[in-house]
């Protein structure tokens, strides 16, 4: 049996993430204080009783995800053996570490430098997403083609839900563009910027630095990553995928494809929320999804 273990993205976090997980064991409660002690600043107590606005801060968000999966799939012990893993956008730094590929200091400073980078890129030029249901991938890259404002495919979440992502002017006018065309809905999604985009180059160029710096090992299994939904094992191959997701996007059906090609026949989401088996199950209503549990 191949078992795929699967990592969500920004927008699983909730108040009260990561409590649980907190009081499992000395083990968990450890890892929870180390990151308090990395990032300076307590994110358990925000993660455990702020609010949802609190939640909301990029440089929380991120690394409040990052450490319920990554700390779920260790507290997992020998229940965590993936044949192969996946993460979606932010999901992929967790992913690494849980397959042992970064540590999890290094996968914590990578998620908070990327945090903030992508906050100051969005301060730097307003920008937004929207989520467009009911069209093929095609027609989505074709009608973002033909805006002359920035606009561009960022997520293939499963067929018939592409998020679209850049200026508020090119999303905006692509949204008319794809209820002309027949979608069923644009919804412009409540985020702070043109994630997966051009317009992220700023926070890619920063954070390229810290990628190279840092020491990444072969995981125990393939990872599938966001940038060409292929299995990789080769540091170098992963370092240089890894730089480009900030402007590239998120090929999360074609990941989902190519692993149930590659034998794949459960799905287990580690962290917060149920988004990721959702989206399984679009893609293959046949295949087993579970969320991890301790």
């Given at each position: 049996m191949k078992r795929a273990f699967i990592f969500p993205g920004q927008g699983s976090q909730f108040v009260g993430m990561g409590k649980e997980l907190y009081a499992h064991n000395n083990s968990t409660?450890?890892?929870?204080?180390k990151a308090n002690d990395l990032l300076g600043f307590r994110i358990t107590d925000v993660m455990f009783h702020g609010t949802e606005d609190d939640l909301k801060q990029t440089k929380v968000t991120q690394p409040a995800i990052f450490l319920h999966s990554v700390i779920l799939a260790k507290a997992l012990g020998e229940g965590f053996e993936p044949a192969m893993?996946?993460?979606?956008?932010?999901?992929?730094?967790?992913?690494?570490?849980?397959?042992?590929?970064?540590?999890?200091?290094?996968?914590?400073q990578l998620v908070a430098k990327r945090a903030n980078a992508?906050?100051?890129a969005?301060?730097?030029?307003?920008?937004?997403?929207a989520a467009i249901?009911?069209?093929?991938?095609?027609?989505?890259?074709?009608?973002?083609?033909?805006?002359?404002?920035?606009?561009?495919?960022?997520?293939?979440?499963?067929?018939?839900?592409?998020?679209?992502?850049?200026?508020?002017?090119?999303?905006?006018?692509?949204?008319?563009?794809?209820?002309?065309?027949?979608?069923?809905?644009?919804?412009?999604l409540n985020v702070g910027g043109a994630f997966h985009s051009p317009l992220m180059e700023l926070a890619r160029v920063e954070l390229q630095e810290a990628i190279e710096a840092v020491t990444i090992q072969s995981p125990i299994c393939p990872i599938y990553q966001n940038i060409d939904a292929l299995p990789q094992t080769d540091p170098s191959k992963i370092k240089y995928n890894l730089i480009e997701q900030l402007t590239g996007a998120v090929k999360w059906t074609q990941t989902v494809l190519h692993m149930i090609e590659d034998g794949c026949d459960s799905f287990t989401e580690v962290g917060p929320g149920n988004v990721l088996q959702g989206l399984v199950k679009k893609v293959d209503r046949q295949k087993a999804t579970q969320a991890a549990t301790v």
């Open positions: 409660q450890e890892l929870f204080e893993v996946a993460g979606h956008s932010l999901g992929e730094f967790s992913a690494l570490v849980a397959a042992g590929a970064l540590s999890f200091e290094n996968g914590l992508m906050q100051k969005c301060e730097i030029q307003p920008s937004t997403m249901l009911g069209l093929d991938d095609f027609t989505v890259e074709d009608i973002c083609h033909r805006v002359s404002d920035v606009v561009v495919p960022a997520n293939y979440n499963c067929p018939g839900q592409v998020v679209i992502s850049g200026t508020i002017a090119g999303v905006d006018r692509a949204c008319e563009l794809m209820l002309s065309a027949g979608a069923k809905r644009a919804i412009k």
